[in-house]
T-cell receptor, first 114, second 111 residues
Framework: EPEVTQTPSHQVTQMGQEVILRCVPISNHLYFYWYRQILGQKVEFLVSFYNNEISEKSEIFDDQFSVERPDGSNFTLKIRSTKLEDSAMYFC????????????FGDGTRLSIL | QQQVKQSPQSLIVQKGGISIINCAYE??????FPWYQQFPGKGPALLIA?????SEKKEGRFTISFNKSAKQFSLHIMDSQPGDSATYFCAAIQGAQKLVFGQGTRLTINP
């Protein structure tokens, strides 16, 4: 069964450094998402992406965050200057289209900011 | 209005019993309600989903009951097994927009 893959599984970064989280969505999917989950809390939406544009973003997704689809397969989340509170699990998800199709999640990247 | 409220936070059920997790929402524009199962160290995995024009959906041991007028929906796990021990999230979505997740329920099935 096709799956969303994320790398790395764990990223440790010094506060203030830039970090890039990578995702390979399911190949025929058109909608891409990033979510985050702070330890012990619920999963929170960050951003959705379609047709090479951000279609929606949350309050969390401020100017320090950016997303990109640099080629036909990868989807990346960049945090420019990391803060301690950015420590969380970051999940990438993708879906086929925009009419009630399920979002499929990767296993996440655990980001630890020191 | 965008919130989905989920209860209980944690649930312990004996093997073979029925596990019931409840969710409530406010936004009547939500039109798709999935349940996700998450094991430690893994991402949320889609378990079962329902649209608001249906009152019940069953897949194997898992059933969603949906009450549109009350704006509530619930997950029932019949004949609960130790392998069902995981965190369960209800969620709601409008169109292709963001999934709004509940707080999660940590389910433990005792052998």
């Amino acid at each position: 069964e096709p799956e969303v893959t994320q790398t790395p599984s764990h990223q440790v970064t010094q506060m203030g450094q830039e970090v890039i989280l990578r995702c390979v969505p399911i190949s025929n999917h058109l909608y891409f998402y990033w979510y985050r989950q702070i330890l012990g809390q619920k999963v929170e939406f960050l951003v959705s992406f379609y047709n090479n544009e951000i279609s929606e973003k949350s309050e969390i997704f401020d100017d320090q965050f950016s997303v990109e689809r640099p080629d036909g397969s990868n989807f990346t989340l960049k945090i420019r200057s990391t803060k301690l509170e950015d420590s969380a699990m970051y999940f990438c998800a993708s879906s086929e289209d925009n009419h009630n199709q399920p979002q499929h999640f990767g296993d996440g990247t655990r980001l630890s900011i020191l | 209005q965008q919130q989905v409220k989920q209860s209980p936070q944690s649930l312990i059920v004996q093997k073979g019993g029925i596990s019931i997790i409840n969710c409530a929402y406010e936004n009547t524009a939500f039109d798709y309600f999935p349940w996700y199962q998450q094991f430690p160290g893994k991402g949320p995995a889609l378990l079962i989903a329902i649209r608001p024009d249906v009152s019940e959906k069953k897949e194997g041991r898992f059933t969603i009951s949906f009450n549109k007028s009350a704006k509530q929906f619930s997950l029932h796990i019949m004949d609960s097994q130790p392998g069902d021990s995981a965190t369960y999230f209800c969620a709601a979505i409008q169109g292709a927009q963001k999934l709004v997740f509940g707080q999660g329920t940590r389910l433990t099935i005792n052998p």
